[in-house]
């Protein structure tokens, strides 16, 4: 029974953390809500780059694990809470939480794998410039960034913004002039991640359609540090309650097996 009430309070833990970690708003509940002054978002209904982003898969897993945290803290509370005298207790109650446990347990472990395969291979590989995280090829190709200004950079060539560029041979071309700005993409800033931003700055054919998962993922640990340690939260958590979910699975079987060597006896 005090093991019960232990791993009863650590589902109740989780369950909180879950609960307090997810956001309600902004870009890390909708990159979509974003403004920018120097991309001009947001954009009119009618405009041809209006374009919606993906959901936030990150998201979405999050609030499964939290669901699944809460129905296994209430079906624990249930359990703990139930007499053991009651006829067919072991047998309605003791069945049922195993089989349920045994189930989610299935389906956290499947989250926590699609967030490795998302965290340590998809962001992680800049293997071609469409649809991978222009932080990534930067990493991978140029070096590691150190320092929030280096997220500025030209998201093809790789080029760091006012640093690798003769500005004089580029002050006698006025057009080049004119669009130097423009051509360079701040990746600390979410809007450069969405649909419509790729959109408007003609990127869609070399970058991709969308690229808000580089940003929702948090896979750029210095240009995204918020969404990056929200995701590493998110994955501890994901592991804690798996361990959590099958040390319940044993308590409760052990528990079965004990109550049904005391009605032998």
């Not at 896979?219 to 929200?230: A, G, I, R, T, V």
């Amino acid at each position: 029974m005090r093991a019960s009430s232990a791993i009863l309070f650590c589902m109740v833990a989780v369950t909180g953390c879950y609960i307090f970690s997810f956001p309600y708003y902004g870009t890390a509940f909708d990159i979509n809500t974003v403004t920018s002054s120097r991309l001009g978002l947001p954009l009119n209904d009618d405009h041809k780059c209006n374009v919606k982003s993906d959901a936030n898969t990150s998201l979405l897993m999050a609030y499964a694990s939290g669901s699944i945290s809460l129905l296994i803290t209430i079906l624990l509370t249930v359990f703990a809470l139930t007499p053991r005298n009651t006829q067919g207790w072991s047998v309605n109650i003791v069945w049922i939480t195993s089989t349920i446990t045994l189930i989610f347990q299935l389906l956290v472990f499947t989250i926590i794998v699609a967030r490795i395969s998302v965290w340590f291979l998809s962001c992680t590989n800049p293997s071609k410039i469409e649809a991978s995280c222009p932080t990534t090829r930067y990493k991978e190709l140029r070096g590691a960034i150190t320092d929030v200004e280096q997220c500025n950079f030209h998201p093809v060539t790789l080029t760091l913004f006012q640093s690798e560029n003769d500005l004089f041979l580029d002050c006698l071309n006025e057009i080049e002039f004119t669009n130097y700005n423009a051509a360079f993409a701040r990746y600390d800033v979410p809007a450069y991640y969405t649909s419509m931003a790729l959109c408007l700055r003609n990127e869609t054919g070399q970058l991709g359609l969308d690229l808000s998962w580089c940003y929702y993922y948090g896979c750029s640990k210095e240009c995204n540090q918020d969404m990056y340690l929200l995701n590493a939260k998110w994955f501890a958590l994901d592991i804690a309650l798996l361990v959590l979910i099958l040390v319940a699975y044993i308590i409760v079987m052990s528990e079965f097996y004990v109550q049904k060597g005391i009605k032998r006896s």
